[in-house]
């Protein structure tokens, strides 16, 4: 499956973004879909997952209650609707897809074998 990330942009703290991830060669069903993020010189992290079948999510602590996973069956397509942004949300958010992701590597990097290329959010004070 070939994922696209679009939907980023540069928005003053405290606005919001939605990001959109648009698998496209075969349907997400089956695979559990995520966001990553990553800021300069430092790791790529995790920042919410959604199983695409039946919608269950997860998300990291740093974002909950801002940031929201959801996503749309018929467009394939998972979405990140992110709110009261802050300058530390900065980063290039990824989008990937597995199909052996568990509730024990969910956050892990390396339980993704597909990636999207990734779509710059900038926060400014």
């Known amino acids: 499956v070939q994922l696209q990330a679009s939907g980023g942009g540069s928005v003053q703290a405290g606005g919001s973004l939605r990001l959109s991830c648009v698998g496209s060669?075969?349907?997400?069903?089956?695979?559990?879909v995520a966001w990553f993020r990553q800021a300069p010189g430092q790791e790529r992290a995790f920042v919410a997952s959604i199983k695409f079948s039946g919608g269950a999510t997860n998300t990291a602590e740093s974002v909950k209650g801002r940031f929201t996973i959801s996503r749309d069956i018929a467009k394939n397509t998972v979405y990140l609707q992110m709110n009261s942004l802050r300058p530390e949300d900065t980063a290039v958010y990824y989008c990937a897809a597995g199909t052996t992701v568990i509730s024990s590597n969910v956050a892990s990097r390396t339980a993704y074998a597909y990636w999207g290329q990734g779509t710059q959010v900038t926060v400014s004070s």
């Open positions: 060669g075969r349907t997400f069903r089956g695979h559990t």
